[in-house]
């Protein structure tokens, strides 16, 4: 059973149009597709493929900052002074007991030699008097005793009490001296003399290590 359309007018082209329209979108398409093909070059995925093979990788890293060792020694002279050379550059490799500087030592010369000075003065000092008083020292003494004796004399002549009691004291003082040489020297001079030798060694031996 058919109803009729009423009010509408029923147009006979429009399967025709619709059919147009399908068949340009079906064109449109179709050369699109044709001219990307076209336009892009086909790549070989085969020539784009390597073996895959292990190595080791380099990395290299390029950037700023500050270079800290990793362990830093002070170094300082056993004695203060004047630097006079120094051997090495700041960065240099150094190995152990290396010279790397030399300090003026023109103080410790001075020292040295007078440190040696002493020490041959203690030696002559020991040596003397351990081989006692001399012929000539004896001499002496013997000269001083005389001429003490002989003030004695002339105070006890005529002079004042005060002055013969000190030409007493200068004859005791000479018969002393005159003892003293003839004996030799005494056992706490030798000792004296040996502290004197043994200080002096000590200092020469720190003016060589300085």
């Not at 013997?142 to 013969?164: C, H, K, M, T, Y």
């Not at 003839?182 to 020469?204: H, M, T, V």
């Amino acid at each position: 059973m058919q109803l009729p359309l009423i009010g509408k007018k029923v147009d006979q082209r429009t399967p025709w149009v619709v059919g147009l329209v399908a068949a340009g979108l079906l064109a449109v398409s179709g050369g699109t597709y044709v001219a990307l093909n076209r336009a892009t070059p086909q790549t070989d995925v085969t020539a784009l493929t390597v073996p895959v093979e292990s190595k080791n990788l380099t990395v290299r890293i390029t950037a700023s900052g500050t270079i800290v060792p990793v362990q830093s020694v002070n170094i300082s002279p056993k004695t203060s002074g004047i630097l006079r050379e120094l051997l090495v550059e700041q960065g240099d490799k150094v190995q152990a007991g290396q010279i790397i500087a030399r300090m003026d030592n023109s103080q410790l010369q001075a020292q040295l030699l007078q440190a040696r000075a002493s020490l041959e003065q203690a030696q002559a000092q020991l040596a003397k008097v351990r081989a006692g008083s001399r012929p000539e020292e004896i001499a002496q003494a013997r000269a001083r005793l005389a001429a003490a004796q002989a003030q004695l004399a002339d105070a006890q002549a005529g002079s004042r009490p005060e002055e013969i009691a000190q030409a007493r004291s200068r004859l005791a003082a000479a018969q002393a001296q005159l003892a003293q040489a003839r004996a030799g020297s005494r056992p706490e001079e030798i000792a004296q003399a040996r502290s004197r030798l043994a200080q002096a060694q000590a200092q020469l031996a720190e003016a060589q290590a300085g």
